[in-house]
């Protein structure tokens, strides 16, 4: 889950591995604390104990774990970012992470076809969020347009949301990268090899 954001896994990058991997289990076990002291309430729900059972982005990988690790990654940036002056509400962040894809657990969606997935599970989720686990209006926004800029115009309209969005694509990366058995960094440059081939025929397309 770590991700090298500020000094919270950032130390341990300045050390030996074995420091390094001590200390990412030291900053998960706290983060999962602080995951389950603000939603222990939704990881412990019955349609969350279902979201087990619902595969995402890797052979093992699962809905319940993804929404665990994306709302690790909120937690560590609305930390960072209150560091730097952006108040971001950790209770927000973090309860919005968890229920952003509450909405593949409904069976019509998980088996409708992946384009149709992607875009209707963000609007199923916030009525979820909204009907089953009393969320703010500001975690139904974050969750419904945690897909941003993938299928909606408009961005988030808060903070928290833009948290929530930026820790999912964080994580999604970390699992694609994890199944494909590269890093982060090989899924990073993976996708700016793309770019630049888009690019490039973006640009001879412009000449025709
Ligand atoms: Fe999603
Ligand atoms: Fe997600």
């Not at 050390?15 to 200390?23: A, F, P, S, Y």
């Not at 104990?49 to 940036?77: C, F, Q």
């Not at 088996?111 to 599970?121: E, F, T, V, W």
Request: include cysteine; hydrophobic fraction near 40%; charge should be positive.
């Amino acid at each position: 889950m770590a991700c090298g954001l500020g000094p919270y896994v950032g130390e341990g990058r300045r050390t030996n591995v074995g420091r390094r991997d001590r200390l990412r289990v030291l900053v998960e076990e706290a983060l999962v604390k602080d995951i389950m002291r603000i939603g222990g309430d939704i990881v412990s729900s019955e349609r969350f104990a279902k979201a087990r059972s619902v595969p995402h982005h890797s052979k093992d990988g699962n809905i319940a774990v993804h929404s665990m690790e994306t709302a690790g990654y909120a937690l560590l940036l609305a930390r960072w970012l209150g560091e730097h002056g952006v108040e971001v509400s950790e209770v927000d962040a973090v309860r919005a992470s968890l229920l952003h894809d509450i909405g593949m657990t409904v069976d019509e969606v998980f088996l409708s076809p992946s384009y149709i997935k992607a875009r209707s599970h963000p609007r199923e989720g916030a009525r979820i969020a909204r009907e089953e686990y009393g969320a703010s209006e500001k975690q139904v926004d974050a969750v419904r347009r945690h897909m941003w800029p993938v299928w909606h115009v408009i961005p988030p309209m808060s903070a928290e949301g833009w948290v929530v969005s930026l820790a999912d694509k964080c994580c999604s990366m970390h699992e694609v990268g994890r199944t494909t058995g590269e890093t982060v960094e090989a899924a990073g440059k993976w996708i700016l090899h793309r770019w630049h081939r888009f690019s490039k025929l973006l640009s001879r397309w412009g000449k025709q």
